[in-house]
């Protein structure tokens, strides 16, 4: 089979390097340092069912999820920790609140992480020492997450509310509780739900301390505003070299979650891409069901071994130049649709074989990236 070359653009540097942090390791997934952006979630399921949740976790994973938290609010929640931790194919941090006994429970279960939230474990304080003891000596990071939502109420006095300034001052004072037991493998969040409040203090924190960053817009919303969102605070932040983990907070399935997380990497040139679909808005030029075709095609080539860009065009306007500039592409109209690959003509077939014929383009080449 003839190779042909990707021809995929090189991505330019992002403005700014990217900020130096201390590594820890969520079980084989390293975060911060030198590793690469990952991408995590969280399971909606009750953790006690088990089946479900690792159903979930399956389902996340197949997806691009690389870590995964389980909620742990009750004794049944934790016991079932073991199972899902030894089971599971990616990392699994139990997240706790109130209680700080889950926080044990996790670590004797084999938890890769645990997540613990100051503003609403003032208890934690006085066992500190305790759990850092207990997590130093499994290996098992902590990380310090502070939500707008949930923040003490001696910050919010002390600032007026969940301010930029008043969540950075709660995540640095619960990690000096831990730096006091010589406890560091720590990962910080500051999540607010407003983009511009989140973007302030995760800069600040990125000045104070030198912890990886997990980067969220806490209650981000439905799947579009949500997503909105993320991505402005996300691409911000990560062009100027801040966060070293990502979790998109969506009212939407997790498994959306992770779609939009991969994607925004990939947008930033922080994951290898794999399948872009280009294709047009549509308008009255169009004489193509551009929606439909452009849904057919991204279902056609989901999980293709290779990066692709494959362009769905529906009028001769922008459709020769944008389907000659992609892997493969069609340009539609008058009931024909042009298969082009890198730039050439090699078709013309019919629209209802569109999707066919761009598929058979595709398994017919041998790619290189």
């Given at each position: 089979?003839?190779?042909?070359?990707?021809?995929?653009?090189?991505?330019?540097?992002?403005?700014?390097?990217?900020?130096?942090?201390?590594?820890?390791?969520?079980?084989?997934?390293?975060?911060?340092?030198?590793?690469?952006?990952?991408?995590?979630?969280?399971?909606?399921?009750?953790?006690?069912?088990?089946?479900?949740?690792?159903?979930?976790?399956?389902?996340?994973?197949?997806?691009?999820?690389?870590?995964?938290?389980?909620?742990?609010?009750?004794?049944?929640?934790?016991?079932?920790?073991?199972?899902?931790?030894?089971?599971?194919?990616?990392?699994?941090?139990?997240?706790?609140?109130?209680?700080?006994?889950?926080?044990?429970?996790?670590?004797?279960?084999?938890?890769?992480?645990?997540?613990?939230?100051?503003?609403?474990?003032?208890?934690?304080?006085?066992?500190?020492?305790?759990?850092?003891?207990?997590?130093?000596?499994?290996?098992?990071?902590?990380?310090?997450?502070?939500?707008?939502?949930?923040?003490?109420?001696?910050?919010?006095?002390?600032?007026?509310?969940?301010?930029?300034e008043a969540l950075v001052a709660s995540a640095l004072w619960e990690c000096s509780l831990f730096e006091e037991h010589g406890f560091r493998d720590l990962k910080v969040s500051v999540k607010h739900h407003d983009p511009l409040v989140m973007i302030e203090a995760y800069?600040?924190?990125?000045?104070?301390?030198?912890?990886?960053?997990?980067?969220?817009?806490?209650?981000?919303?439905?799947?579009?505003?949500?997503?909105?969102?993320?991505?402005?605070?996300?691409?911000?932040?990560?062009?100027?070299?801040?966060?070293?983990?990502?979790?998109?907070?969506?009212?939407?399935?997790?498994?959306?979650?992770?779609?939009?997380?991969?994607?925004?990497?990939?947008?930033?040139?922080?994951?290898?891409?794999?399948?872009?679909?280009?294709?047009?808005?549509?308008?009255?030029?169009?004489?193509?069901?551009?929606?439909?075709?452009?849904?057919?095609?991204?279902?056609?080539?989901?999980?293709f071994p290779v990066p692709l860009r494959v362009a769905v065009m529906g009028c001769v306007v922008n459709g020769p130049g944008e389907a000659s500039a992609a892997d493969l592409g069609v340009s539609s109209g008058n009931g024909k649709g042009q298969i082009f690959v890198?730039?050439?003509?090699?078709?013309?077939?019919?629209?209802?074989?569109?999707?066919?014929?761009?598929?058979?383009?595709?398994?017919?080449?041998?790619?290189?990236?």
């Amino acid at each position: 089979m003839r190779q042909i070359d990707l021809g995929i653009p090189s991505v330019t540097a992002l403005p700014a390097a990217r900020r130096t942090s201390r590594k820890v390791m969520i079980g084989p997934v390293a975060v911060g340092g030198d590793a690469p952006v990952s991408v995590q979630s969280m399971t909606t399921t009750l953790t006690a069912d088990v089946d479900a949740t690792l159903q979930q976790i399956a389902e996340l994973t197949a997806a691009g999820c690389q870590i995964v938290r389980v909620a742990v609010p009750s004794q049944d929640d934790a016991d079932a920790l073991g199972m899902i931790a030894k089971r599971s194919s990616i990392p699994v941090i139990a997240d706790i609140h109130f209680q700080p006994k889950y926080v044990f429970a996790a670590i004797d279960a084999g938890c890769a992480g645990v997540r613990v939230n100051p503003g609403n474990i003032r208890k934690f304080d006085d066992r500190v020492g305790e759990i850092a003891a207990a997590a130093g000596a499994a290996g098992v990071p902590i990380r310090i997450g502070v939500n707008a939502g949930s923040l003490d109420k001696r910050q919010i006095a002390r600032f007026g509310g969940a301010t930029a300034e008043a969540l950075v001052a709660s995540a640095l004072w619960e990690c000096s509780l831990f730096e006091e037991h010589g406890f560091r493998d720590l990962k910080v969040s500051v999540k607010h739900h407003d983009p511009l409040v989140m973007i302030e203090a995760y800069r600040l924190l990125a000045r104070r301390c030198a912890y990886p960053l997990h980067l969220g817009v806490t209650e981000a919303g439905p799947l579009t505003q949500g997503t909105v969102k993320s991505s402005v605070a996300f691409g911000i932040l990560l062009a100027e070299g801040i966060g070293d983990t990502i979790r998109v907070s969506l009212s939407a399935p997790p498994v959306e979650e992770v779609k939009v997380g991969t994607q925004i990497l990939e947008s930033l040139g922080l994951r290898t891409r794999r399948l872009e679909i280009v294709s047009c808005p549509s308008c009255g030029r169009a004489q193509v069901d551009v929606y439909k075709l452009a849904e057919q095609v991204e279902a056609a080539f989901s999980g293709f071994p290779v990066p692709l860009r494959v362009a769905v065009m529906g009028c001769v306007v922008n459709g020769p130049g944008e389907a000659s500039a992609a892997d493969l592409g069609v340009s539609s109209g008058n009931g024909k649709g042009q298969i082009f690959v890198r730039g050439e003509v090699v078709r013309t077939v019919p629209e209802s074989q569109i999707v066919e014929a761009l598929l058979e383009e595709a398994l017919s080449r041998e790619w290189t990236e």
